[in-house]
Antibody, heavy 117, light 107 residues
Framework: EVQLVQSGAEVKEPGESLKISCKGS????????IGWVRQMPGKGLEWMGI????????RYSPSFQGQVTISADKSIRTAYLQWSSLKASDTAMYYC??????????WGQGTLVIVSS | EIVLTQSPGTLSLSPGERATLSCRAS???????LAWYQQKPGQAPRLLIY???NRASGIPDRFSGSGSGTDFTLTISRLEPEDFAVYYC????????FGGGTKVEIK
């Protein structure tokens, strides 16, 4: 069974750093791109970027380029999304997704990030 | 960047009725690269349709997708109680964008 299991909710203050994770199981982790999708409170879905764990080839949405870093450790089947300095506007639910063809066939359960002073 | 516009914003229907959701792209999208998702409150989205008209694994056949170019449609032939949710279209050309969503609510 394909599963993407994300790390737990985080509450951080503005300016802090954060790295959240997404562990894949039940499939060949290095054969599929893994992406990240943001959903701000009460809003729609925004694609942030994607990584190919086999060689760490990474692509970013122009809206998120330079704002976050996507990485992966294939030895432990885990992808990451990190911020060096959080802002209140980073408060959102973040989903990791497995890219199938040109769509996302499996989604993690989501990681809620709250940034507040 | 391709902008996807979904309409209507909200669709108020009764169980058993037919739902027709529209997704219009600002420029032509390859049919292979158009997908639909369903999201229920408190849950992650779920893939319904890929390649504009192919049902994902486990998706009931009351869900169907159609369209090409800039106009795509998701149809739910007869609404079941569990179908009341928000639906998003998504395209994957040179980048990925999602539509703003259509909420299907109980009338």
């Amino acid at each position: 069974e394909v599963q993407l299991v994300q790390s737990g909710a985080e509450v951080k203050e503005p300016g802090e750093s954060l790295k959240i994770s997404c562990k894949g199981s039940g499939y060949s982790f290095t054969s599929y791109w893994i992406g990240w999708v943001r959903q701000m409170p009460g809003k729609g879905l925004e694609w942030m970027g994607i990584i190919y764990p086999h060689d760490s080839d990474t692509r970013y949405s122009p809206s998120f380029q330079g704002q976050v870093t996507i990485s992966a450790d294939k030895s432990i089947r885990t992808a990451y999304l990190q911020w060096s300095s959080l802002k209140a506007s980073d408060t959102a639910m973040y989903y990791c997704v497995r890219q199938a063809r040109r769509d996302f066939d499996f989604w993690g359960q989501g990681t809620l990030v709250i940034v507040s002073s | 960047e391709i902008v996807l516009t979904q309409s209507p914003g909200t669709l108020s229907l009764s169980p058993g009725e037919r739902a027709t959701l529209s997704c219009r792209a600002s420029q032509s999208v390859s049919s292979s690269y158009l997908a639909w998702y369903q999201q229920k409150p408190g849950q992650a989205p779920r893939l319904l349709i890929y390649g504009a008209s192919n049902r994902a694994s486990g998706i009931p056949d009351r869900f169907s997708g159609s369209g090409s170019g800039t106009d795509f449609t998701l149809t739910i032939s007869r609404l079941e109680p569990e179908d009341f949710a928000v639906y998003y279209c998504q395209q994957y050309g040179s980048s990925v964008t999602f539509g703003g969503g259509t909420k299907v609510e109980i009338k």
